[in-house]
């Protein structure tokens, strides 16, 4: 998040809703987005019945024994197998959750300690090396989202009005404009959210402007980006033949569908900070 | 009698490179440090029980590179010890603490037996390289352990330059070879990241198979007849095995899974945090909170109240779950084997973490699976993909799409506004590499020393576990900093090669810092023709 343009970071917080951002600088910016995150989650777990509980922590012992109870443990019973929910709302998958567990030295909720690192030969933690040269790419990020970042030398953007990012596809017969965005910095970042089930597999993106004759003058392009494919295939090998009925039973019991069923993308709104739920802080 | 059907436990074991020689202590050097106390030597003490009485077992592991490089650290196999011995220490003044409390001097006297053998496992037995006790149950043909990423880079989004890929296989299949003695037949792709035409380099490192979620082989092209239960041969040859969802959620999933029981070990509440005393802010770092290992309590219920742990309950309920877990693997045979013409496999893959350090008693429940599977019933034998492929290696080819394990099964996780920022210095940095080895095919001396270091920054900055940690928000500053220094790392040994002004104490300290891929040679990054 440190690392974005104050233009970036403005185009997030007009795409979280937060007013008055224009006027902000970049620490207000930065605590005005981390703010509206919070809250965002907080929404979130409020929505949910089964809030997660094991962020609070209860009193600490400090003294022998902890609290007066009724027998030793021993004489206790094996209580009923329960299960208790502990998936946090903060995680899109258990995975995920098991993951960040590796990497956590304090109970969420609670104030993890700072790290202690900073790079100790010299380097500058506030600012990057620079990337040399134009740079403009193409990634897909899942099916009906791709992310597009460039990298113009400093100023070509105020010296040149006009610069736009075009996106395409082609399919064998043609080829047709998706999307064309006005190039906002010298460098930065955009999603592009596409319908998912659009003619053409392949899409490529350009970096040019509008000559006075209506021409379209490419400054640079990056190749053929496939689109990520969602759903089974529809094409059957002769020789291990499947058909409809039993693939189609054997696709839902493996949780072929689950996948699909998490996907989402805010209908065809492109914008330079992706999904407007997804967490960046 | 043949079995049904097969059952393949993977466990990917997997931390990032954290080891800083320029502090005395580091607080992220605990992740390493719990993950041995908690998983990897438990599962081996797991393993050589089940050995010892003579079980049937087989388990495919993958062991990163960069684990494998923090096991063989001297630094860090010295420090582990200190960190086994601080909690020893800080035990002996929670059992003063706790003397004649009923409910916690049990689960303390827990603790103490559980450090003690845990040292005398890693000291006295291993001789602080538990590589060597993985490596031997290699040989015995009980483990297959299988390789990864160099250093878990993220495949499909490091493809910009295939040189980045080549890089990461083989820097991961040399140091699988040097540590294990033995080239890797299998890999687990970083977050079973994958694109069409990592088969092929895959295919040119010798490596015969590799995992994918459940989608990845569903949606192949064309259909899958087999759907999960069978791997696919991908075009470039290596097969394709692909995870079970039934089997997995009854582990991984919150509603259904075991690890969230009641009488099960709680995972947040630690003694770091409930304990105010001397003894135990010894175990802290510059007097910060954070968590000891010494976790006191059983998951109890959903609210903020936590009973005492009770260490014999929770191994009696992983002996009921894994008992029901065996019983629904059965049935699912049973089913499969009624309309398939061939022995399914289940393929049942895991973060080996989340057995030990997520799921405390995650390792007693794989004991109690493995023999009940020997011994209780015929139905269902445990394989390696290895050799399920000897056996029934005849498999349709098919190729799969683009995909991962991560949330939404592609590339969001480690893409999104959190992280996007890493990628253009990722890919610029690759692209100056391959440029620099271009121009410099042959470098020697001083040259090769700035080259060849300038290789180990880049990998390590294009660990995927940077982006996955900005995204989660749990030690972000860590994972931004870490990503920041190895690029300018890079790029001051990078300009070094390039114009020729060394600075030998420069080399030096960085070299020393970040050590692992002693063998390393820049020339993994060689430019490669399109595909």
């Known amino acids: ?281 | 009698m043949n079995p049904k059907g097969y059952f393949a436990l993977v466990l990917h074991a997997h931390l990032p490179f954290v080891r800083h020689p320029e502090y005395d202590r580091f607080l992220e050097e605990d992740w390493f440090f719990e993950a041995l106390t908690e998983t990897y030597l438990p599962l081996l003490e797991v393993f050589e029980g089940l050995e010892r009485d003579g079980i049937h077992f087989r388990v495919t592991m993958s062991l990163t590179p960069p684990l494998l490089s923090m096991m063989t650290d001297p630094l860090l196999q010295q420090r582990y010890e200190r960190y086994l011995n601080e909690r020893l220490l800080a035990l002996e003044g929670e059992r003063k603490r706790t003397e004649g409390d009923a409910y916690f001097h049990p689960v303390v006297e827990f603790y103490t037996h559980f450090f003690e053998r845990l040292r005398h496992q890693f000291v006295d037995r291993y001789q602080r390289d538990v590589t060597q006790a993985f490596r031997r149950l290699m040989e015995a043909g009980y483990l297959e352990i299988i390789t990864c990423g160099a250093t878990h880079g993220y495949l499909p989004l490091l493809a910009q330059q295939e040189e980045s890929l080549y890089a990461q296989l083989s820097m991961a299949v040399r140091t699988h070879q040097r540590i294990l003695g033995r080239r890797p037949t299998g890999i687990w792709l970083p977050e079973c990241g994958y694109i069409p035409g990592v088969d092929r380099l895959l295919a040119e490192f010798g490596i015969d198979f590799f995992f994918l979620d459940s989608h990845g082989v569903l949606n192949a092209d064309p259909r899958p007849k087999y759907g999960v239960h069978r791997p696919v041969r991908t075009p470039g040859g290596p097969a394709a095995f692909a995870r079970d969802y039934e089997s997995s959620k009854q582990v991984w999933s919150a509603e259904e899974g075991y690890p969230g029981d009641s009488v099960y070990r709680e995972f947040y509440r630690d003694a770091g945090f409930d304990v105010h005393a001397p003894h135990i802010d010894a175990m802290l770092h510059a007097g910060l909170r954070t968590f000891t290992g010494l976790k006191y309590h059983r998951i109890t219920g959903k609210g903020d109240w936590k009973e005492p742990y009770h260490p014999g309950w929770a191994r009696e309920r992983a002996a009921e779950h894994a008992g029901d877990f065996l019983f629904n693997r059965q049935r699912q045979v049973e089913w499969l084997a009624s309309f398939l013409d061939r022995p399914p496999i289940i393929v049942a893959p895991y973060d080996a973490e989340l057995f030990g350090h997520w799921w405390f008693e995650g390792p007693q429940w794989i004991d109690f699976l493995f023999r009940k599977m020997a011994c209780d019933q015929e139905d269902i034998r445990a394989i390696t993909p290895r050799e399920y492929l000897d056996w029934h290696g005849d498999l349709q080819t098919s190729q799969p799409p683009e995909c991962s394990w991560g949330a939404g099964g592609f590339h969001e996780v480690w893409l999104n506004g959190s992280n996007d920022w890493i990628y253009p210095y990722l890919h610029s940095a690759a692209e100056r590499l391959s440029g620099l080895v271009q121009r410099f095919p042959d470098a020697d001396g001083d040259r090769a020393w700035a080259l060849d270091q300038a290789a180990r920054e880049l990998l390590l900055a294009q660990s995927s576990d940077w982006a996955f940690i900005m995204k989660t928000a749990t030690s972000v500053d860590y994972a931004v900093r870490r990503t920041k220094t190895h690029l300018h790392r890079f790029n001051r040994l990078a300009d070094m090669a390039e114009y020729g002004h060394y600075d030998h104490d420069y080399l030096r300290a960085v070299s020393d810092r970040d050590s692992l891929f002693p063998d390393i040679d820049y020339q993994i990054f060689q430019r490669r023709p399109m595909a």
Do not use: C
């Open chain 1, 1 to 281: 998040m440190q690392s974005k343009t104050v233009q970036e970071l403005r185009a997030l917080a007009q795409s979280m809703g937060i007013e008055g951002y224009s006027r902000m600088r970049k620490d207000e910016l930065l605590s005005a987005l981390k703010k509206a995150e919070r809250s965002a989650q907080r929404k979130e777990a409020a929505k949910s019945k089964a809030a997660p509980s094991k962020g609070k922590q209860a009193e600490p012992v400090t003294s022998k024994g902890a609290g007066a109870r009724k027998k030793p443990a021993e004489e206790e019973e094996i209580p009923p197998a329960e299960h208790i929910e502990r998936r946090d709302e903060h995680f899109a998958s258990e995975e995920e959750q098991v993951e960040d567990a590796k990497f956590m030295t304090a109970p969420p909720g609670m104030q993890a300690p700072a790290t202690a690192f900073t790079g100790d030969l010299g380097e500058d933690l506030d600012a990057l090396p620079p990337v040399h040269g134009p740079k403009l790419t193409l990634l897909a990020q899942k099916p009906g989202v791709l992310h597009a970042y460039w990298s113009l030398e400093p100023g070509r953007t105020t010296r040149q009005s006009g610069l736009l990012l075009r996106l395409s596809y082609v399919t064998e017969q043609t080829a047709a404009i998706i999307e064309e965005v006005p190039l906002p910095s010298d460098s930065g970042h955009w999603y592009f959210h596409v319908d998912p089930a659009m003619p053409g597999t392949e899409v490529y993106l350009q970096l040019g402007h509008y000559a006075e004759d209506g021409e379209f003058i490419t400054a640079i392009r990056h190749g053929a980006v496939r689109l990520p494919r969602l759903g089974a295939s529809s094409s059957t090998d002769r020789n291990w033949w499947v058909n409809d009925e039993d693939f189609r039973r054997m696709y839902l019991r493996s949780g072929g569908l689950l996948r699909g069923d998490k996907l989402t993308w805010p209908g065809g709104v492109s914008s330079p900070g992706g999904a407007i739920t997804s967490r960046f802080l």
